[in-house]
């Protein structure tokens, strides 16, 4: 809709202001239900959804012009189902690995039946007159690399989306109003920088923007591995602020360069795979991170707990002293005192696991760079002319 509402030489500009939402939303969102959790009642929410859902319609109603439209044919019910099923397959699989494990009948199950499903679905849709997604376009280049691109800054931006307020909740002990606050800064620069970014895009295209972007947000994703429960809270600000102005860079340039290049007729359709690609490489991202993150929080804590043992002469002495000090029976001490050193190693493993997250997120940005020299800023119809 935005590619048909703005004239090509300022299409930067108008998925710039577009762009402002997609960023702003994931972050202003928490703090918003922060709000309504802590203050009013969480059933809010979800009956929030409903006055913002009305206010979207109306103002779509009103404000949204009519643009031709052509006949969508019969609905594809194969390419439905056989995406549906291959994509909840490997989601599940990918999220009950760890707990099933991998080599486990169950998951090499679900990994077979998702590759089965997934290839008859792009044979499906090769070969129908109306597929469900039209995979055709990804003949364009500069469309696969920039969805390409897509993929790596959305598991980026979900990488700081999710796991930063389980550390500030859970590792700082901070409220869910107080960790909306923390969030909310970095979506601010991506709001005020998303039309600044649009319109470098217009004069220099899309490869200067997104490597830099890209160099920059991997550096600044990086930074977070050094979390710890002492960072101060302004630093955390801080960094938030500077790794939305990379998200910003690497983004949107990604995504209006995707759509630069597609026929007019098409742009529908790629935007639809663009779409799907966002939400599903999000709902990926978590779900290989978390069971990452799992893995390498068992680990660090076994390691930790090491000499953490009741035969650790040099311990249970320390805390006999202190069971003495405060006048408390030398047995009831020692539990007292194993039972704190529990909990102090399964929050440092814990604030230690999200440290390795980011440091994988940092290095999956990271491998876009390579890709993101070779986007190129291109118009529709001239190139939709020579292809076709």
């Not at 703090?31 to 859902?53: A, D, H, K, S």
């Not at 989601?91 to 997934?118: C, H, Q, R």
């Not at 799907?276 to 490489?281: A, C, E, G, K, L």
Request: charged fraction near 10%; hydrophobic fraction near 50%.
């Amino acid at each position: 809709m935005t590619f048909l509402s703005v004239p090509p030489g300022m299409l930067g500009g108008g998925m710039g202001i577009f762009g402002i939402a997609l960023l702003v939303a994931p972050a202003i969102g928490p703090t918003l239900g922060g709000y309504l959790v802590e203050y009013i009642n969480w059933r809010w929410i979800f009956t929030i959804n409903l006055p913002i859902g009305v206010l979207g319609s109306l103002l779509s109603y009103f404000f949204i012009p009519d643009f031709p439209t052509s006949e969508a044919g019969r609905f594809n019910i194969g390419g439905a189902l056989t995406s549906a099923i291959g994509l909840f397959c490997l989601l599940l699989a990918l999220s009950k690995g760890n707990d099933w494990g991998w080599t486990s009948e169950p998951i090499v199950l679900l990994f077979y039946t998702s590759a089965v499903m997934m290839g008859l679905f792009v044979y499906l849709e090769l070969t129908q007159e109306n597929p469900l997604l039209d995979l055709r376009v990804f003949r364009y280049p500069t469309f696969s690399l920039a969805n390409f691109m897509v993929t790596i800054t959305t598991v980026g931006l979900y990488a700081g989306i999710f796991y930063l307020p389980l550390f500030l909740q859970l590792g700082r002990g901070l409220g869910a109003m107080e960790t909306g606050l923390v969030m909310m800064p970095g979506a601010l620069v991506s709001g005020v920088m998303m039309p600044v970014v649009g319109f470098l895009y217009d004069r220099v295209g899309p490869k200067v923007l997104t490597v830099s972007g890209l160099l920059f947000l991997s550096f600044m994703t990086y930074l977070f591995h050094y979390l710890s429960i002492d960072t101060p809270t302004s630093t955390i600000v801080m960094w938030m602020a500077l790794r939305g102005l990379g998200m910003s860079f690497a983004n949107m340039p990604a995504q209006t360069a995707a759509l630069s290049v597609i026929p007019p007729e098409l742009v529908g359709r790629a935007s639809a795979i663009t779409n799907i690609i966002t939400r599903v490489s999000a709902s990926f991202g978590i779900a290989v991170l978390t069971s990452i993150m799992n893995r390498r929080e068992v680990m660090h804590a076994a390691h930790l707990a090491d000499n953490i043992t009741s035969t650790n002469p040099m311990l249970m002495d320390f805390w006999y002293q202190v069971g003495s000090t405060l006048g408390i029976a030398p047995e009831q001490t020692k539990s007292l005192g194993l039972l704190y050193l529990q909990k102090v190693i399964s929050l440092e493993a814990f604030v230690r696991s999200i440290d390795d997250i980011f440091i994988i997120a940092a290095c999956f940005t990271l491998a876009g760079v390579i890709p993101a020299f070779f986007l190129r800023k291109g118009e529709g119809r001239r190139r939709g002319a020579v292809l076709d």
